[in-house]
């Protein structure tokens, strides 16, 4: 990513049009957030359900103003201590954002992204920029430049080649809109580190981590949609030592043209069977889990058997992405 790429990016964006662009977390499909008509184009490129809200990325240093009605004491401390970082933030939503933005509600998430060629650009921009991950909806997140491409490839002028994303997990959500800060996507910046800075654990959503009931209704509208999901069918598999082991044995033996995805310690106990290791602890495997489950449709598997891992710290997040990907089936060993 060098200079005179991000000035065109920025161009671009000035002039209404959609430009795919690195983050820490994921890549993103970036419009100007102030222009309705630009932000309905990440919709067309990407088939998102027209009531999915779009994050809006700001450079770091002061929030400009009509983006949000009031900030409450709660975002102050979280905004020192996180921003710019892996972390999106729900407040009501103030004038200068646009419906589409929104999908209709009264609040607007805000991030602004670690990443140094993200920030070149939204300075070289001057606007808000509005993104949602830049790949088709329902897909995998993509987590390099070649991940947009197979997507997007044709619908988008430019997509910004910053290598591998540092993270490969999309931010942490929280919502402080309500009375209580509740986590809406768990991400690299875990429950506990937030409870550290707002002197209480926050709420975890309904429907984060387990199915919505039918008819019940979802705290974010992306809890609703389908997501994460290659072409091969995804079952997860939970639970520790031998059991695991024998579990994800089984369920490879049962299945045909089937690829077990596990952390790399699992791999040699696994053997002859296909396997392909997402690393060796958890922030790997974060880093990893996007690009495998791609990888296992290029190599051509109808089923992948994902290993899962204990609900905690940065595996609350991938299991919520795993969870996901795999529709909910889940086997417990
Ligand atoms: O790491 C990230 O957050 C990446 C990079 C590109 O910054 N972006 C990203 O955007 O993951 P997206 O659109 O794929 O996911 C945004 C999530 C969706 O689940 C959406 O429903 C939720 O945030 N969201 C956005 N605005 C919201 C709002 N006002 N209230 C509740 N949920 C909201
Ligand atoms: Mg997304």
């Known amino acids: 990513m060098d200079g005179p790429s991000i000035e065109e990016a920025a161009g671009i964006l000035r002039a209404g049009g959609l430009v795919a662009f690195p983050t820490e977390t994921v890549y993103g499909l970036g419009a100007n957030a102030l222009d309705e008509e630009a932000v309905r184009g990440i919709f067309r490129a990407k088939g998102r359900p027209q009531d999915n809200p779009l994050i809006v990325h700001l450079p770091k240093g002061e929030l ?17 201590a996180f921003w710019p970082g892996p972390l ?17 509600l009264s609040t607007v998430a805000l991030r602004s992204p670690a990443h140094e060629g993200a920030q070149a650009l939204l300075r070289a921009a001057g606007l808000p920029i509005a ?20 997507d997007l490839n044709g619908k988008i002028p430019l997509i910004l080649d910053g290598g591998a994303c540092e993270i490969g997990l999309e931010s942490t959500v929280l919502d402080l809109s309500c009375e209580e800060p509740t986590l809406l996507r768990p991400g690299l910046i875990t429950l506990e ?15 984060v981590m387990q199915p919505l009931a039918a008819g019940e209704r979802a705290p974010s509208p992306g809890l609703l949609h389908r997501h994460y999901a290659p072409r091969a069918e995804v079952i997860l598999v939970r639970g520790e030592g031998e059991g695991l082991v024998q579990k994800l044995k089984d369920e490879y033996d049962g299945a ?20 392909r290791g ?12 996007f690009a495998a489950l791609r990888g296992a449709d290029e190599e051509g598997f109808s089923r992948v058997i994902l290993q899962g891992v204990a609900e905690e710290g940065l595996g609350l997040a991938l299991m919520n992405r795993a969870l996901r990907a795999a529709g909910f089936r889940t086997i417990d060993a």
């Open 278 to 289: 997402l690393g060796a602890d958890e922030r790997q495997m974060a880093k990893a889990l």
């Open 88 to 104: 999106t933030l729900v407040l009501p939503k103030g004038p200068k954002i646009p419906t589409a933005v929104s999908a209709g």
């Open 64 to 80: 400009p103003a009509g983006l949000v009605l009031a900030l409450p004491g709660s975002a102050q401390g979280l905004i020192e």
């Open 131 to 150: 993104a949602p991950s830049a790949n088709a909806s329902g897909r995998p997140s993509p987590t390099r430049a070649e991940h947009v491409f197979e």
């Open 193 to 207: 580190e937030l409870g550290a800075v707002l002197g209480k654990t926050p709420r975890l959503g309904r429907g």
């Open 256 to 275: 045909e043209n089937a690829v077990i995805l596990c952390a790399d310690a699992l791999m040699r106990r696994l053997l002859p069977r296909s396997c």
